[in-house]
């Protein structure tokens, strides 16, 4: 009997795979014997990360970077609007002002309509987003190359999910230090926010100048290329690299920067408006 239900493992976990919906396989679970492995056998756990992860890859990268482990629990969770994460969502509410950049939300699932929730962190009262579905490349979760810098608690183990999880919900509000792997003439993101009690978005551009000035300190000049060469948002001189917030000439207040890998840029400049901006 043994020897069966091991061979029954790999035809019940493709068959859950290809089902991929929760409700169709409790179902199952509930009159067969044999489907009930896929709620509680050898292969439960596999199958509902597999669920979870093809169905909401972001909140799947932000629970796997806080090591929890019942993912049947979580994908229920999630299916009823209970889970929120912290992730980033590329130009709010597609407005104009918000244009390649990606700013940070507390985001939670409503299946009644098949779309994400997202509730803005600002100072300043922000509406709700309706994300649909199919706009799932808007979303993201912090960027796993800031994910050392930002997310890992100081004086403990990086492993440590408690800690994680509390800094995956306050990490917006830490400035990114260093300014390694920078060069001038490539693609950047920038910490900016306009308000001090505001946490930080992700700004897309182009690092024109930098100049090292010591003490792990630099200076540079950022243009924003989305904007017209008139506008007074198109280029920006800051300095930046240690983990200090500092008022920015544009208003606001910068914070650290970051290179974008060639994907990372590409998916940014899939949002790049079809006209320059004037503002």
Known sequence: MAAASAAQQPLLLEIGLFLADATEILGLCSVSTQFRELKWGPTADYLWRELYRTRWPHFFDCMTYQEVHDWRLLYIDALLGRTGCTLEVFHRHKKLGFAMSAMPARVSYDACRNCYVARYFSASEV????????????????????RPSLLQPKGLPSTWSKAAGELCDTYPNKVLAGIDGLRAGSSIE?????QRDSPFGWWYGHLEQLEPIGEGLAKAVVTFRHFSPSSQWYRMPLVFGDDQMRECEFGGFTGGMRPLSVAESLHFLSFFPKEQLLL
């Not at 509406?127 to 960027?143: D, G, N, Q």
């Not at 920038?190 to 306009?194: G, I, N, S």
């Open 127 to 146: 509406p709700p987003e309706t994300i649909p579905a199919s706009e799932e490349h808007r979303l993201r979760f912090c960027p796993e190359a800031a």
């Open 190 to 194: 920038l910490q900016w926010k306009m």
